[in-house]
């Protein structure tokens, strides 16, 4: 059968989306590979590094403290978000949208400026540091409980959208069989959000097992993997070995990442076409219980939001109180000064607009594409692999590969387009599974219509497909802004002198004693992705009234036929 223009062309779209993830993401994956088995002069020792690795006591130990500090966290903040997002689908509390913002707000900041905050609340020159008791909050405490703040949305929206999903007629059955709330909790509430919490217990596993920011600010002598990664490379020049601890750090990662993935393929619909949507009854007492939870977990998030946006104006902490602006003069500090938060603002545009690109194209052919089917399952296994890689792995990677002499792609190294590629890549399954979910939602048929009517598939795209998938087009581009923009250990081994970032600047700043300063460059973060989350949502108002008119006029033409 003779192939079309458009079967040629969508071959070169899949193609090149295929050569961008092995280049941004295969070859660079076997460099660090191959090299954990050679030596310092590149030659092949097969296993002989990681013998060695298990034969030191030290980083073995920091194998148990990542899971010890993995486990956990986990377990700490997957109860803490489920009692959160039940009130939120299950009360009828008032305030629900502004307790659901506030619990948004640790995504909008670098994971190490949880850190910060405890060190200036429980430090040694802390303000509360009697509340512990004679505890340190250097060690296994600080760590457990900044990851609990950073990770506690992330494991939030997986369980909301696990809750939402509830059919009200299990419940009047139990009521109606006299059920007690208990036991209705155990047997209908769990189950059926069972594939939600699991989720949300890898994400959140995941997430703290290979983060870097955190243990380096806070950690003191307490050593995880991912810190030992830094050590290695950084502080010890020992490349060789920092691969080895790399490849250490990315099984429990990858060995989650599939268990949850076996497990979400087992899932099974909870609603059908007969379900009947569940709406929370009023209980003045279960209420009012929820509202103050929310309130104390609402007072968590600000008392470290607003620790940091005290301490970001404190002219030296704790002898002179005094609020002033020398912490934000950044140019007369180690770290970057302000070409660095410019550089991020830079970095966090470009990945947002090509990893948008990018992620909507390749999600497109993998979805919509006909033909080349063992083409497409490659290309979405590619996609779906970046999540369980750390980002300290990936930029590790990227140094061997593209830093190698004999790479004709070496000319990228330290320049602005390495970091949004590292980022792109870091942050791609995410993306790419939200750019599914939009497009199973269109139906088939669209492409159908107009391949019948002979019309290039692009048109297709660029006059259906596009305006209806707008939305989650939009997120996609403010998730990969706001990462960009507080991404630490992506970036941290492969950023030069002239592209130096912001988040990349808190870390040194702190490492150099300047933790004020540290403190008001995560802020200047902060307020940089609130701004652009406030604009994006004023903003697409406006275009999405434009390009989904059809929405509301679907939605008014059905009002009134009932």
Known sequence: MKKSRDDYLTILLISVTAIYMLIALAFPMYAILSKGLQNKDGEFIGFENYINYFESPALVYSIYNSLFVAITTTFITVTLAFVFAYALTRSCMIGKTVFRSIAMIPILLPSLLAGIALVYLFGNQGIIKELLFGYKIYGPIGIIIAEVFYTFPHALLIIIIALSIADARLYEAATVLRSKPIRTFFTITIPSAKYGLISAIFVVFTLVITDFGIPKVIGGQFSVLAVDVYKQVVGQQNFEMGAVVSVVLIIPAVIAFIVDRIVQRKQVAILTSRSVVYEPKKNRNFDLAMFVYCCLISFF???????????????????????????????????????????????????????????????????????????????????????????MVLGLAYIFFFNHPNNPLNFLYGTMAILVICTITHFYTVSHLTALTALKQIDNEFEHVGSSLKQPFYKTFFRVTLPISLPAIFEIAIYFFVNAMTTV??????????????????????????????????????????????????????????????????????????
């Not at 999600?363 to 919509?368: G, N």
């Not at 912001?502 to 150099?512: E, F, I, K, P």
């Open 301 to 391: 998030i600000f008392t470290i939001l607003g620790m940091c946006f005290f301490a970001s104006f404190v002219t030296f902490w704790p002898y002179n109180m005094s609020l002033s602006l020398d912490n934000y003069q950044f140019d007369l500090m180690d770290g970057g000064g302000w070409a660095s938060y410019y550089n991020s603002i830079r970095m966090a545009c470009y990945t947002a607009v090509f990893g948008t690109i990018i992620v909507f194209s390749g999600a497109y052919f993998v979805e919509k594409s006909r033909g080349l089917k063992k083409g497409r399952s490659i290309l979405h296994f590619l996609s779906m692999i970046p999540m369980a890689i750390p980002g």
């Open 489 to 562: 250990s992506a970036v941290v081994f492969i950023y030069s002198f002239n592209t130096h970032l912001a988040s990349v600047a808190v870390l040194n700043m702190d490492d150099q004693g300047d933790i004020a300063a540290a403190a008001a460059m995560g802020m200047m973060i902060f307020y940089t992705n609130l701004s652009v989350r406030v604009a994006y949502v004023l903003l697409t108002k406006k275009i999405l009234v434009k390009f989904q008119s059809w929405r509301h006029v679907g939605s008014e033409k059905i009002q009134a036929a009932t």
